[in-house]
């Protein structure tokens, strides 16, 4: 045996046996946070250290994960049964889609917070704003297919989707934190397009809306018809909203409201307000107008009186104790009594005459124009059904109904030129205003010109 195989073998010191030292919760806490936001995978180390780490409750990253920046002001909840709002935006989130478009958020905030009712968006358009009354167009390229129905994903179910493909027709409304939204989608030459009104989700007051002292009058009666009228866009829906607004705040009613969608929503203060939407909470118009003769109702508002069996259900709500407000597209209250009329055979429309001429209340035509200031204001035809009026329905001399509103000024009575004569006079609307949006420009003229 050579010496080496003989020398005896070297044994190490003995080291102190110190146990292992976990790190700290708060720095464990952190690197998974920095894990999950970096989004790359990490390495376990299944020792003693690492499984005591991984057996640690994880409540902070759960709240990283699911709570999202506090906001001053939470939003109103959307009516019952109604399409789920899209989620409010997050700071920090990308307002783009992956191709750069806007999203549609993006677009409807961008409208909202520059006073713009309408947003124009179609496949092979470049999106646009209707800006008090004109057409804008924004500094976004063309909308191709794919963008358009990223869109439609942000507002509408896939199932909502697939019914619009079917039908080529879609009628809606959804809800963000600072505005409800009208939807319609239709199709077209280029491709589908969409037009969305924005809804403010606070109601201003008839004071706001320098609305004639006569709406509040109106607005007290207990049965009997009241009809709003006028062009699509001339701010109808806002009236009616202002008046249904000042009955909730004075007086103890219960108030059902039947709409295709759901514009304004009230929230029931003095009054008790349900509203219903044709499509989800009913299927017609007519079948919900029956039915609520049945619920009790002080003041039935019917969105849109389409044609004869509405007309004839909200007369019978009228004459049976209800109060009935209702809209119609028609542009002066002389016009509106004819369009009822013309619904029906000759042979039915003189029972129609006594029937109007005993259940309206007032007609009130409305159309809007730009004010000096950039902004736009409001003006009306307005026809109380008094006694010479009611005489003139019932014998069909409508002609004559037209000759004797501007003389029953007291009455509140009053015709689109007086209006727009007062709000010239006010400094509000300019000459040129005046005689465009008059529907007698030659009798316009010459009360400019102090001749009537």
């Given at each position: 045996m050579t010496p080496e195989t003989q020398r005896p073998p070297i044994t190490p010191p003995p080291m102190p046996r110190v146990p292992p030292v976990p790190p700290p919760p708060m720095r464990a806490a952190a690197d998974r946070q920095t894990t999950i936001e970096s989004g790359e995978p990490t390495a376990l180390n299944l020792s003693a250290t690492a499984t005591q780490t991984l057996a640690m409750p994880?409540?902070?990253?759960?709240?990283?994960?699911?709570?999202?920046?506090?906001?001053?002001?939470?939003?109103?909840?959307?009516?019952?049964g109604h399409r789920p709002a899209p989620p409010p935006s997050i700071p920090g989130t990308a307002r783009r889609l992956p191709n750069g478009a806007p999203t549609l958020e993006h677009l409807i905030r961008a409208a909202f917070d520059k006073g713009f009712s309408d947003v124009h968006l179609g496949v092979g358009e470049v999106p646009r704003y209707r800006n008090r009354g004109e057409i804008e167009s924004t500094e976004w390229g063309e909308t191709d297919r794919e963008t358009f129905f990223?869109?439609?994903?942000?507002?509408?179910?896939?199932a909502e989707i697939s019914q619009f493909e079917k039908t080529l027709d879609f009628d809606g409304a959804t809800q963000y934190e600072f505005a409800r939204v009208r939807i319609n989608i239709f199709d077209s030459l280029h491709g589908p397009a969409m037009v969305l009104r924005l809804?403010?989700?606070?109601?201003?007051?008839?004071?706001?809306?320098?609305?004639?002292?006569?709406?509040?009058?109106?607005?007290?009666?207990?049965?009997?018809?009241?009809?709003?009228?006028?062009?699509?866009?001339?701010?109808?829906?806002?009236?009616?909203?202002?008046?249904?607004d000042y009955i909730n705040k004075e007086m103890p009613k219960h108030i059902i409201t039947i709409e295709d969608p759901i514009e304004f929503v009230h929230r029931s203060q003095k009054a008790l307000i349900k509203h219903r939407e044709v499509g989800i909470h009913t299927l017609k118009f007519d079948n919900a107008l029956k039915a609520a003769l049945?619920?009790?109702?002080?003041?039935?508002?019917?969105?849109?009186m389409r044609d004869k069996e509405t007309v004839n259900t909200a007369l019978k709500a009228a004459q049976t104790g209800h109060l009935v407000m209702g809209t119609l597209h028609t542009n002066?209250?002389?016009?509106?009594?004819?369009?009822?009329?013309?619904?029906?055979?000759?042979s039915e429309q003189e029972p129609m005459r006594v029937s109007l001429a005993e259940s309206l209340v007032g007609v009130i035509a409305q159309g809007l124009c730009r004010t000096t200031d950039g902004k736009r204001a409001a003006f009306h035809d307005v026809l109380i059904n008094t006694?010479?009026?009611?005489d003139y329905i019932r014998k069909g001399e409508i002609d004559e109904i037209e000759a004797i509103i501007p003389k029953?000024?007291?009455?509140?009575?009053?015709?689109?030129?007086?209006?727009?004569?007062?709000?010239?006079?006010?400094?509000?609307?300019?000459?040129?205003?005046?005689?465009?949006?008059?529907?007698?420009?030659n009798e316009m003229a010459q009360m400019l010109r102090g001749r009537v």
């Open positions: 994880a409540p902070a990253m759960t709240t990283h994960i699911s709570t999202p920046p506090s906001s001053s002001s939470a939003p109103p909840p959307p009516p019952q990223s869109w439609l994903r942000e507002i509408l179910t896939e809804i403010p989700l606070k109601i201003l007051t008839m004071e706001q809306l320098n609305l004639p002292p006569v709406f509040k009058d109106i607005c007290h009666y207990h049965k009997g018809l009241v009809l709003v009228t006028g062009p699509t866009g001339s701010g109808k829906s806002t009236t009616l909203a202002a008046m249904i049945r619920e009790d109702p002080d003041l039935i508002l019917v969105g849109e002066s209250a002389v016009k509106t009594i004819e369009r009822i009329l013309s619904l029906y055979n000759p006694d010479a009026i009611r029953c000024t007291f009455d509140g009575m009053c015709t689109m030129n007086q209006s727009l004569y007062k709000l010239y006079e006010a400094g509000r609307i300019t000459e040129e205003v005046a005689l465009e949006m008059s529907p007698k420009p």
